[in-house]
């Protein structure tokens, strides 16, 4: 199983950053409008109602959609400048900004091209001159190539992590129940929480291990960039494997065989991991599994590391989600201990 644990990152990583498309939509718009006039109205009014995007924010300044876009609460910015009326009606052209959070790449680039489209149907509707338009300059913030593997990697390897430590945490109890081992170790005087804390550690050694194999394999394969603080990643990884561990061992301890855990670790992991933003924008689904979304401690691994290594986010701006991980690492790993019967 060891050389096994210690292959599956690299191969798991190096295969899977090349997956997935999707559709974008509900793209979150900040509008930064120097200009006030019915037509800057009239071109925010064509992109907030095309079904691309959603108006997130409408502010005269642009040290705060800027502010916005750092905190992920913006997907692009709309910047349209004063006198852009005047020199539409003057000189038939006129220019607009666009800037899109490029973290993920293939979200940038469509929406990019969604808001271009609009903007020039916009611009045709408007002036009858051949040569008239409106031009637009973007630039793609914190991934400028739109490499999609720069997007998948991170998110990759907080799949990786919780997918090995979820099933190996849940087939370990349920192994040595199998085979009589587990009667032996009831009858001793050690206590539920020290016979648990000795079975999750060596894992919780073992998810430090697998993310340090999976940030070498991503800065070599992919030259992924690490722009957050290291030190930062291991903290919080340490934080959230108890997550995992905690639901393996709840999974273990109402399973009697080994293919009733693998199979009930694999119904739940396979929700968490559709679920976690990897594949597909989260803003993206119904407002019911974004609420459903909220209890998944996938989504929260997948988002913290995104925004470590391409953002370089501290911890003040990942406390909150650092918070809501360690509640549910106690709440998951008490009810583990709770739950877990020794029989004599």
């Known amino acids: 199983m060891l050389p096994l644990l210690l292959i599956m990152p690299i191969v ?6 090349f997956a997935a498309n999707y559709e974008i939509k509900n793209l979150a718009l ?3 409008d120097h200009d006030l006039s019915p037509l800057s109205r009239q ?3 064509k992109i907030a109602g095309s079904g691309y ?3 997130q924010e409408f502010t005269f300044s642009g040290a705060e959609a800027d502010a916005s876009m750092e905190r992920d609460e913006a997907d692009m910015i709309l910047e349209i400048p004063a006198n852009f009326e005047r020199d539409m009606v003057r000189q038939g052209q006129s220019s607009v900004s666009l800037t899109a959070n490029a973290i993920n790449a293939v979200k940038a680039g469509l929406g990019l091209g969604y808001a271009q489209n609009i903007v020039r149907d916009f611009a045709a509707s408007q002036i009858s001159a051949p040569t008239a338009g409106i031009q637009v300059v973007y630039s793609n913030w914190y991934n400028p190539r739109l490499d999609y593997k720069t997007f998948m990697v991170p998110g990759i390897l907080g799949t990786i992590v919780s997918l090995l430590i979820c099933f190996l945490t849940a087939l370990n ?6 085979i009589g081992t587990i009667e032996q170790l009831n009858v001793t005087p050690v206590r539920k929480w020290q016979f648990i804390l000795g079975k999750l550690l060596p894992f919780w050694l073992l998810s430090l291990v697998i993310v340090s194999i999976g940030l070498i394999v991503g800065k070599l394969a992919f030259n992924i960039p690490i722009v957050g603080d290291l030190k930062l990643i291991f903290a919080y990884t340490a934080t959230y494997t108890p997550c ?5 061992f709840l999974i ?3 399973s009697d065989t080994q293919q009733q855990a693998m199979f009930t670790a694999w119904f739940f992991m396979l929700i968490f991991m559709m679920m976690s933003g990897l594949f597909t924008p989260l803003d993206s689904m119904p407002v019911w599994a974004q609420w459903i979304n909220t209890v998944n401690p996938l989504r929260y691994f997948v988002e913290f590391m995104r925004l470590v290594l391409l953002k370089g986010a501290s911890f003040q701006d990942i406390q909150t989600n650092y918070f809501t991980i360690l509640t549910y690492a106690v709440v998951a790993n008490s009810l583990a201990v709770l739950t ?5």
């Open 173 to 178: 109890i349920v192994r040595e129940r199998e």
């Open 12 to 17: 798991q990583t190096l295969l899977l950053s």
């Open 252 to 254: 273990s301890n109402f």
């Open 30 to 32: 900040t509008v930064v």
């Open 53 to 55: 995007f959603k108006l």
């Open 340 to 344: 877990y019967k020794k029989r004599s």
């Open 244 to 248: 995992m561990l905690g639901i393996g």
């Open 43 to 45: 071109l925010t009014s």
